[in-house]
Structures are given as structure tokens and as C-alpha cells.
């Protein structure tokens, strides 16, 4: 399970990654909807980070079931929110009136921002300091860190104006969404590699040298027979 949610987090690179360079540039990913055969690239980059989630909380109940409750529970959540924001596109920009489908997404899509970047770091808390969680620590923390940028930069946020936001905003969404998916994948790998049990490799059994043969006492017959 763990190398499914792997596998699904390079099907959401490919496929946003896919709507970035064959499709008309837009500010952010969930805009690729709005135009021409972007539907398709969108929702398969939203299900295919879903299904990562997915994937790695089956994997952690099957490991660790007892530990990781709290991590599983986020994780679902973010897996719920990509699929409701695959299934309720965004409102086009410079609309007077949000439409249900559009505060759907928009509330979705906060979800999962911030739910993975907690599931990363509740996972990591308790565990050695070993480089791979390490890694995951610093993911997360990364994550948050772009999170609350790109929230300042939002034309929504009244400190956009004041840093110049609209014309990064985006390029921080993109950031954002680069991290979690590394988040999820280096998560994977860290409990792969704490749970995989070491390969023991039969031994020969040891040859004992031959026992010398008998001897027999031949010199006296030798001597009576002369």
C-alpha cells in the first residue's frame, strides 16, 4: 500500500504538471478547470493525491495502528477534501456573486492545506532523529511556511496590496501543493523503511573434515607370517 500512495502522488505530478505546460497559463492550479481540456489534468492530479492519502493512512493502519489514529484521521480528511474540490470546480475570477460549488472548493481545498502539513508532523513528533523523519519535519515545516505566505498574498488578504501578492500568489499555490505531495511521498518512505524487516539469509551447514580410517595393526602379523 505504501507503493500505491507513491504511485498515486506521481500520477498528481504528471497530471498537473500536464496542465501547467500544455494548457493557457492561469493564476492558479484549480483555474486549469476554467478552460479548454482542463478539466481532465485537474481532477486526476485532485484524485490521484487523494488516493495517496488514502494509501498511506491504510498503510499506517496496518502498521502501526495503534500510534497513528490522530495521522490517519488527518489524512482521510485531506483526502476527502481533494475529492470534494475535484468534484466542485472554482469560480471564475472577477465574479460579483461566489457561487455553493466555488465555497465548496475554496473551503476544500483549506482542508487539505492544512491538514497534511499537521499529519506530517504528528507522524515525524515521536520518532528517532533519523534523517528520513528529519526530512518529513522539515517538509512540513516548509509546508506551513508556504502556506501562511501564500495566504498573506492572496488578492483576498488585505496584506496582499501591501507586499505585492497578486504578482506571486500564484507561483506560492504551486510551491504549496509541490511540498505536500513531497510531504506525502517522503512519508511513505519513512515508514517503509522503519517497518521493513531485515533479510536473513540461510547458512550452509559446516562440512566436518572425515574421520581418518582405521588402522590395523599389521606389523606383528607381517612378523609371525615370516
Known amino acids: ?28 492550479l484549480s483555474d486549469y478547470v476554467l478552460v479548454s481540456g482542463g478539466l481532465v489534468p485537474v481532477v486526476v492530479g485532485m484524485l490521484g493525491m487523494a488516493a495517496t492519502c488514502v494509501f498511506l493512512a491504510y498503510g499506517l493502519a496496518v502498521r502501526e495502528a495503534g500510534r497513528s489514529a490522530a495521522t490517519r484521521v488527518l489524512l482521510l480528511a485531506g483526502a476527502a477534501g481533494l475529492m470534494l474540490s ?17 465555497e465548496i472548493h475554496r473551503w476544500s481545498a483549506a482542508v487539505v492545506f492544512t491538514t497534511l502539513p499537521v499529519a506530517g508532523w504528528m507522524l515525524a513528533r515521536a520518532r528517532s532523529a533519523l ?17 501562511v505566505i ?11 496590496p501591501l507586499i505585492g501578492g497578486v504578482a ?10 509541490l511540498a505536500e505531495i513531497a510531504l506525502l511521498v517522503q512519508m511513505s518512505f519513512a515508514i517503509l523503511r522503519e517497518h521493513r524487516r531485515p533479510v536473513t539469509i540461510p547458512t550452509a551447514p559446516t562440512c566436518s573434515s572425515p574421520a581418518p580410517p582405521p588402522t590395523t595393526a599389521a606389523g606383528p602379523q607381517e612378523h609371525l607370517a615370516a
Open 150 to 160: 501564500y495566504l498573506a498574498s492572496h488578492p483576498a488578504s488585505f496584506i496582499s
Open 168 to 177: 506571486y500568489y500564484g507561483l506560492l499555490e504551486r510551491a504549496l501543493v
Open 86 to 102: 475535484a468534484v466542485f470546480p472554482t469560480d471564475p475570477h472577477g465574479v460579483a456573486i461566489k457561487s455553493l460549488a466555488g
Open 131 to 147: 534523517p528520513r523523519w528529519n526530512a518529513v519535519r522539515a517538509l512540513a515545516v516548509t509546508s506551513t511556511f508556504a502556506l
Open 1 to 28: 500500500m505504501i507503493w500505491g500512495a507513491v504511485g498515486g502522488a506521481l500520477v498528481a505530478i504528471a497530471a498537473l504538471g500536464y496542465a501547467q505546460v500544455a494548457l493557457p497559463e492561469q493564476p492558479l
